[in-house]
């Protein structure tokens, strides 16, 4: 059963997450805290993602479904197919339902812009890890404003990487904390 939400989004100063249908940076460090994030469990068992059909196919084929995370897909278009395992929904609530029945520990909201609006109204929403990228880039998609409904809870140092800083952030919802 689902019983919080997790978005996981890098952004920069102006909440711009992508462009061209792909991430605008090369930031290895925040690659791997996604994976290592999103990939730890407690229980041994696997936590789940959820991902638009458009970042779904921003990942190269070779890397996808997400490796050791149970993979939903959300798409209005009945005629895509996807891996074996991986599950394809044509709405949140239709994806959270269909996880009910599946055991898995997390479950991460892990984009694009439409998938996070969306999530970022949801009453089972807690948490948001923020990769804050500390300069501007050319962008044709961006998160939401995080509004005051979130607190800022922890805020790792600065780091830097390709010449690009950025710090991790961990907002959670203050009528969850
Ligand atoms: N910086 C980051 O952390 C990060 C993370 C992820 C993605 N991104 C970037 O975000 C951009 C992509 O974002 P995007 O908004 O264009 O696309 P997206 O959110 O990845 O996917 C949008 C698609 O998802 C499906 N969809 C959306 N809402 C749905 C719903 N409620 N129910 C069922 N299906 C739904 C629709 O697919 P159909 O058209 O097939 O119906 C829609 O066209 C890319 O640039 C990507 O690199 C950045």
Partial sequence: MVEKLEIVVAADLDNGIGKDNALPWRIPGDMKFFQSLTSATTGGGKNAIIVGRKTWESIPEKRRPLKDRLNVILTKNAAITAPEGVLVCNSLEKALKALQGIA?????????????????????????????????????????????????????DTMKENDIEYRFQRYEKKSAL
């Fill in 104 to 156: 898995h520990e997390r479950c991460f909201i892990i984009g694009g812009a439409q998938i996070y609006k969306e999530a970022l109204q949801h009453p089972l929403l807690t948490t948001i890890h923020l990769t804050r990228i500390m300069q501007e880039f050319d962008c044709d998609a961006h998160f939401p404003p995080i509004d005051d409904r979130f607190a800022l809870q922890a805020v790792s």
